[in-house]
């Protein structure tokens, strides 16, 4: 067996899954969604993980067996945002975790949580205050460290799946 090949999944449904390993080109994925009506009496839209979407993007990535070679596999989930006074944004994070999970329990993948806190302390710089600072200098680290994931980068706006996968890789967790 090889070196583990190590998953960040920045929860949520404006999320990305970022995919490292000794021996395979890095990946950074658009978490899947799918747009619906909510269940609410008023016309309002939910956000929701596109879980037989997600599914497959973990089969065609990382499941198929590749010259006979069974793939370990580590999956690092960003703990989702909790906040009793923001109910909607914690509603949304706390249905893509269960979408998220489901499909990794089905994959059979370990699942460890990271606090954001953890893997930036590491991987950014430190004095950055706020999202936004945040979220700047996470597509900036992901641009250097990974110029061909430029365009995913810019497109995501920032690194933050790919980041926590390459964190993990780095303190072999």
């Known amino acids: 067996m090889t070196e583990p090949i190590y998953v ?12 490292v ?25 939910l956000t929701r993980v596109d879980w037989k979407m997600l599914r497959d993007l ?3 990535n990382l499941i198929k067996i590749k010259d006979g070679e069974v793939r370990d596999v580590r999956a690092f989930l960003e703990r989702p945002m909790v906040n009793p006074t923001r109910f909607q944004a914690t509603s949304s ?6 979408a998220t999970l489901i499909v990794l329990e089905a994959q059979q993948f370990p699942v460890q949580y990271v606090d954001s806190r953890e893997w930036q302390r590491i991987m950014l710089p430190s004095g950055l205050k706020g999202a936004g600072e945040l979220k700047k200098a996470s597509a900036d ?7 061909n994931l ?8 920032d690194a933050d799946g790919l980041l926590m996968a390459e964190w993990a890789r780095r303190e072999r967790r």
Do not use: C
Request: without cysteine; proline residues 5%; charged residues 25%.
């Open 150 to 157: 430029r365009a995913v980068i810019d497109k995501q706006g």
């Open 141 to 147: 680290v992901g641009r250097r460290m990974f110029p």
């Open 21 to 45: 390993g000794i021996g395979r080109e890095p990946l950074m994925l658009h978490i899947p969604v799918k747009k619906e009506l909510s269940y609410t009496k008023a016309k309002r839209f």
């Open 58 to 60: 973990f089969w065609q």
């Open 8 to 19: 960040g999944i920045d929860n949520g449904v404006s999320g990305s899954i970022g995919i």
């Open 93 to 98: 994070a706390l249905r893509a975790l269960e």
